[in-house]
């Protein structure tokens, strides 16, 4: 979709493609795999599916990559698989009458892998690629995002990047701080500083 070459305390360039949830082929981990692991990790715990089996996160992406209103992406840190990314429309999709939509609204979810190593900087570049994705798209003209209001790690990258919090808002999973970036919130935050 969008290569990203970004700078500073993390260098590295990323890709993002259409996530394949289809069953894995002899010789070849699926998407549905990769994502398991990830998913299930405990780093992942916001992610609510600490208990999935394989055969959930297949079921759950398929149902994802059928609905009309929502995308699930692999994103590929110098071309091997990084994080998750989804894209949705908020007003059909997880903030279904539960915000005051705007045009050019998209909704936004981002799992970093867990890393072998941490690298400084990684999971900040990762955000920033994820915002550059989608504000590629010239209808998108602001990303809102519902995160658990005990996230603070969450909370802090998407700060950095330009979101605001607009309210804490009940979901029927968790209660969470709806927040919206637009473009410019997103261009200031990030033209210029050390990504």
């Known amino acids: 979709m969008t290569s990203t070459k970004t700078t500073g305390t993390f260098t590295g ?9 289809s069953p894995g082929r002899a010789g ?24 999935a089996r394989l055969e959930d996160v ?23 698989p990084a994080f998750l990314m989804e894209r949705y429309d908020p007003t059909e999709v997880e903030l279904k009458g539960l915000y005051e939509a705007e045009p050019g609204d998209v909704g936004m979810h981002f799992l970093v892998a867990p890393p072998e190593t941490p690298v400084h900087g ?17 209808e998108v003209r602001r990303v809102v995002v519902e995160p658990d209001v005990t996230n603070t790690a969450v909370q802090a990258l998407n ?11 009940t979901k029927p999973e968790k209660k969470a701080l709806l927040s919206t970036c637009t473009r410019e919130q997103f261009e200031a935050a990030t033209t210029g500083a050390d990504r």
Do not use: K
């Open 13 to 21: 360039t990323f890709t993002v493609r259409p996530m394949d949830p």
């Open 28 to 51: 070849r981990r699926s998407d549905a795999e990769v994502v398991h692991a990830w998913v299930t990790h405990p780093r992942a715990a916001f992610w609510m599916m600490g208990d």
């Open 58 to 80: 297949e079921r759950e992406y398929m149902a994802i990559a059928a609905h009309p209103h929502h995308d699930a992406f692999i994103g590929l840190h110098d071309g091997r």
């Open 122 to 138: 990684f999971t900040r570049a990762v955000i920033t690629a994820v915002m550059e994705t989608l504000f590629a798209d010239p």
């Open 159 to 169: 700060e950095a990047v330009g979101f605001e919090v607009v309210r804490e808002i």
